[in-house]
């Protein structure tokens, strides 16, 4: 089984406000086969997933040794939508400068005060995250992308 990694999210996106956590995007040809080695995944110290709620994904998780989560890691069969989408928004976000200090705008308006709870800050950025993905695809799909 042969896995390709790309680097996502925020803290793939140069001078943005990002938690420190690195997620990944893994590109497998076969789920069923990851399946049957994800066991190893815990091995390495991630915690297998599942789904985890999306459809044709897994989903592993790392944390350090005081309890932090330090990686997410997203796996999809080749050909799943939800590849491009990711590719989609973090290449976008690369090029367009301005965009990408909108989002690290709000990151930091949604943080400043009083404490979030995770779902609250998922919340807060699923509507800038939607809209710029529509237009994040409509760029991935029409122009020459920079190499990974």
């Known amino acids: 089984m042969q896995i390709v990694l790309h680097h996502i999210g925020s803290t793939a996106i140069p001078g943005i406000l990002a938690k420190p956590i690195i997620d990944i995007l893994g590109v497998v040809d076969d789920l ?86 995770w779902d609250e800050y998922m919340d807060a950025k699923d509507p800038f995250i939607a809209e710029t993905e529509k237009a994040a695809l409509v760029w991935y799909r029409s122009s020459a992308r920079p190499s990974e």
Request: avoid cysteine; aromatic fraction near 10%; glycine fraction near 10%.
């Open 32 to 117: 069923e086969a990851l399946d049957q080695r994800s066991a190893r995944m815990g091995d390495l110290g991630y915690e297998v997933m599942g789904p985890f709620g999306i459809e044709g994904r897994r989903y592993f998780r790392k944390f350090d040794a005081t309890g932090r989560r330090t990686h997410h890691l997203h796996v999809f069969s080749q050909g799943s939508p939800h590849i491009e989408r990711h590719l989609a928004f973090r290449d976008y976000l690369r090029s367009n400068p301005l965009k990408a200090a909108a989002y690290s705008d709000l990151k930091a308006k949604i943080t400043t005060g009083e404490a979030v709870s």
